[in-house]
């Protein structure tokens, strides 16, 4: 792709816009197992992005990192919010589950920033994002394929351990 003339940052942003338009569009709609291909698919553009960057004559920028870093929030929300959309209109309380894994999963990444902006090394946790993106993709394409159960089990699994993860890096940083 880089002989191609298409830069890494170029891969990230088609990468986010693919997987927010698509989330949005088959999730609301309550196309599980189609958006999770598509999104999954976006999503992939994830590793080979930073990948490019250091392979590319700049071997990455500063620039390059925050816009990373700031696409995958946009592309980590929009799948959540995908998911609330459709589920506002259950007759469940799921989506308040949605809203918990969509405020938990953008403090996150904060919390690391801030802690790092600090000079504190903060890289810990059990819910990284590539565990946060499995676990939601895994329980959007099963629910997608009939299984009912999937969703809810995703989105509490994810609620629990993205708070394990925000207290594991409140810690690090407390006790720094």
């Not at 919390?111 to 819910?127: F, N, P, Q, T, W």
């Not at 990284?128 to 009939?146: F, M, P, W």
Request: net charge negative; hydrophobic share 55%; proline share 2%.
């Amino acid at each position: 792709m880089l002989r191609l003339g298409i830069s890494a940052n170029a891969i990230t942003v088609i990468g986010a816009v693919g997987v927010a338009f698509s989330a949005i569009y088959f999730f609301a709609a309550g196309n599980f197992f189609m958006g999770t291909l598509v999104v999954s698919f976006f999503a992939l553009s994830d590793l080979f992005d930073g990948t490019m960057a250091r392979l590319s004559d700049t071997h990455g920028t500063k620039w390059g990192a925050l816009l990373d870093s700031t696409l995958d929030r946009v592309s980590d929300a929009a799948i959540v919010i995908g998911i609330w959309i459709y589920l506002f209109e259950e007759p469940s309380d799921l989506h308040f589950l949605a809203i918990a894994v969509l405020f938990l999963s953008g403090l996150i990444p904060y919390i690391r920033a801030k802690a790092e902006s600090l000079g504190i090394s903060c890289s810990v946790g059990m819910a990284e994002r590539a565990e946060r993106l499995i676990i939601l993709l895994v329980g959007t394409g099963l629910y997608g394929l009939g299984l009912n159960i999937a969703l809810p089990i995703s989105l509490t699994l994810l609620t629990l351990l993205s708070l394990v993860t925000v207290l594991q890096r409140l810690k690090v940083v407390y006790q720094a």
